[in-house]
Nanobody, 114 residues
């Protein structure tokens, strides 16, 4: 099983980034997918999730700015991040869950700074 994130980088406040996570080795369409983040000195936080049937959830701090979506044909989950703020700076991790199965990507750094 592999979850491989891409799309992180350095962006100015107010800018946008789109993170991608390509999955292999799982029946992708059956999994709940999530994006987590961890900032230096802080706990891991669930940013957004999307269930197998497409329902979504977001942490309050990103509502209206971030959008999670999934492509079950290409086995990829996305996180569109708009109006980025310095407090969004963190390592972002992709996660896939189904019952007791739980898989993680290696993480991608997002830095929001002028």
């Amino acid at each position: 099983v592999q979850l491989v994130e891409s799309g992180g980088g350095l962006v100015q406040p107010g800018g946008s980034l789109r993170l991608s996570c390509a999955a292999s080795g799982i029946i992708f369409r059956l999994y709940t997918l999530g994006w987590y983040r961890q900032a230096p000195g802080k706990q891991l936080e669930l940013v957004a999730s999307i269930a197998s049937l497409g329902s979504t959830n977001y942490v309050d701090s990103v509502k209206g700015r971030f959008t999670i979506s999934r492509d079950n044909v290409n086995n990829t989950v996305y996180l569109q991040m708009n109006s980025l703020k310095p407090e969004d700076t963190a390592v972002y991790y992709c996660n896939g869950k189904k019952t007791s199965l739980d898989f993680w990507g290696q993480g991608t750094q997002v830095t929001v700074s002028s």
